[in-house]
């Protein structure tokens, strides 16, 4: 079975950077289409960005020119990075792997955006 881990969240201040990482564990499985979705207190999860195994991605409007998405779902490995943070980009992110109609979700990293 495979299961997808996160990393790299953290606590930075506004106008600050951090870089999330997602790989996979266990069984070797090929994605379709992968991303990074989160979820704020109280607030619906929601998608940030995608990246497909064609490299086509695609970005939340509240985060485009902000943060990148990079990475190979084929290879099962997606990376955020994220610039000019904000206080309202506080959440916890999830990684999302897509294969054959099934989603795979990581347990999450926190993110707080705070001075």
């Known amino acids: 079975q495979v299961q997808l881990v996160e990393s790299g969240g953290g606590l930075v201040q506004p106008g600050g950077s951090l870089r999330l990482s997602c790989v996979a564990s266990?069984?070797?499985?090929?994605?379709?289409?992968m991303g990074w979705y989160r979820q704020a207190p109280e607030k619906l999860r929601e998608m940030v960005a995608t990246?497909?195994?064609?490299?086509?991605?695609n970005y939340a409007g509240s985060v485009k020119g902000r943060f990148t998405i990079s990475g190979d779902p084929a290879k099962n490995t997606v990376y955020l990075q994220m610039n000019s943070l904000k206080p309202e980009d506080t959440a916890v992110y999830y990684c999302?792997?897509?294969?054959?109609?099934?989603?795979?979700w990581g347990k999450g990293t926190l993110v707080t955006v705070s001075s």
């Open positions: 990246i497909t195994t064609r490299s086509s991605t």
């Open positions: 266990g069984s070797t499985v090929t994605f379709s289409v």
């Open positions: 999302k792997g897509q294969v054959y109609g099934v989603d795979v």
